[in-house]
């Protein structure tokens, strides 16, 4: 479902075919200091505790905010049953940037997840690739960040959106997949910020961390 108070010919969010992230289409958001647009999703029957979103956002400009805001809806045709749960916002300028929302904190009765563009600022990100599941066990790492470089060195950074304490790291010079055993593995990591050394100059590097929450219980990279 979706809904907008915009008075004009145009109804938000609408199908754009200017950028996607699978495929050849995606969702348009927009809101500004006195208008908003509201992506809602089918009723679930599963607790909406139990779930969690994933989607990706796409910044086209620098001169406004691409934030959504998560939630859920009782009414996907009233705004005013919406309850917030998270804010999250793309920061780079024309890239994809994947976020991933847990749900557990919800406590209401409300059945629809919903995805807003907020009034208040001018915001107009392109959604795409969203996706619901249950929360795993083991959550994976948000946020994996560089916070310092060295002449050979970069640390890393990340928040932990579970209870783990031991992380593993998979780097090296980009593309790498870790699930197809690319990449230097470091194990046995127990803090963060960490540092990892020894990297080659002029080179572009992709960084993955998974969760380790028990014996044969690992997160998503």
Not at 44 to 58: C, E, N, R, V, W
Request: glycine share 6%; net charge negative.
């Amino acid at each position: 479902n979706r809904m907008s108070n915009y008075s004009s010919s145009s109804a938000y969010p609408y199908v754009s075919s200017s950028y996607a992230f699978d495929g050849s289409k995606s969702v348009y958001m927009y809101s500004s200091n006195t208008s908003y647009s509201i992506l809602s999703l089918p009723s679930f029957t599963t607790p909406i505790d139990s779930l969690q979103i994933s989607f990706g956002l796409y910044k086209t400009n620098t001169s406004y905010t691409h934030e959504i805001h998560v939630g859920v809806m009782t009414d996907p045709n009233d705004i005013s049953t919406f309850v917030p749960i998270d804010t999250v916002a793309a920061s780079t300028l024309s890239n994809w940037e994947m976020f991933e929302i847990p749900l557990n904190s919800y406590t209401g009765t409300g059945g629809h997840i919903a995805l807003v563009s907020p009034n208040g600022a001018y915001s107009y990100p392109y959604l795409d690739n969203v996706q619901v599941d249950i929360i795993p066990t083991c959550p994976r790492p948000r946020d994996v960040v560089s916070v310092g470089t060295h002449s050979d060195t970069i640390v890393v950074d990340w928040t932990e959106f579970g209870s783990a304490t031991e992380w593993q790291i998979c780097y090296g010079p980009s593309p790498i997949d870790p699930t197809l055993g690319q990449g230097t593995m470091i194990s046995g990591v127990y803090s963060h910020p960490y540092a990892i050394p020894n990297l080659s100059n002029d080179t572009i590097y992709d960084v993955y961390v998974r969760s380790i929450c028990g014996p044969g219980d690992t997160s998503y990279w």
